[in-house]
């Protein structure tokens, strides 16, 4: 059975940092991401890696800021966000699938962690 689980959201002030865990258990696939998602806004992307090579891919809003990495050992993603604003606050979301890298719609994945709430306070 498939599992992402995601933790270390919280709150931050802005300015701030935080650091995103994905925990990932049942099978390897390709590619993992990240999403994120406000209260009446749609899901959006955010970073995406492959599980094996170097490519990363990142979404416009969070290039310079934000950076995906993994731990193949501890079969772990993770998302380090830097100089976090209010408009980062949203609902973060993990999520793997095994098509290309560059797929940056939430429908192109297939399995979703539960999510982790991200607060940016001004």
């Known amino acids: 059975q498939v599992q992402l689980v995601e933790s270390g959201g919280g709150l931050v002030q802005a300015g701030g940092s935080l650091r995103l865990s994905c925990a990932a258990s049942g099978r390897t696939f390709s590619n993992y991401g990240w999403f994120r998602q406000a209260p009446g806004k749609e899901r959006e992307f955010v970073a995406a890696i492959k599980w094996r090579g170097d490519m990363l891919f990142y979404g416009d809003s969070v290039k310079g800021r934000f950076t995906i990495s993994r731990n193949n050992a501890k079969n772990t993603v993770y998302l380090q966000m830097n100089s976090l604003r209010p408009e980062d606050t949203a609902a973060y979301y993990c999520?793997?699938?095994?098509?290309?890298?560059?797929?940056?719609?939430?429908?192109?994945?297939?399995?979703w962690g539960q999510g982790t709430q991200v607060i940016v306070s001004s």
């Open positions: 999520a793997a699938h095994s098509g290309p890298l560059t797929a940056s719609i939430a429908t192109e994945y297939t399995y």
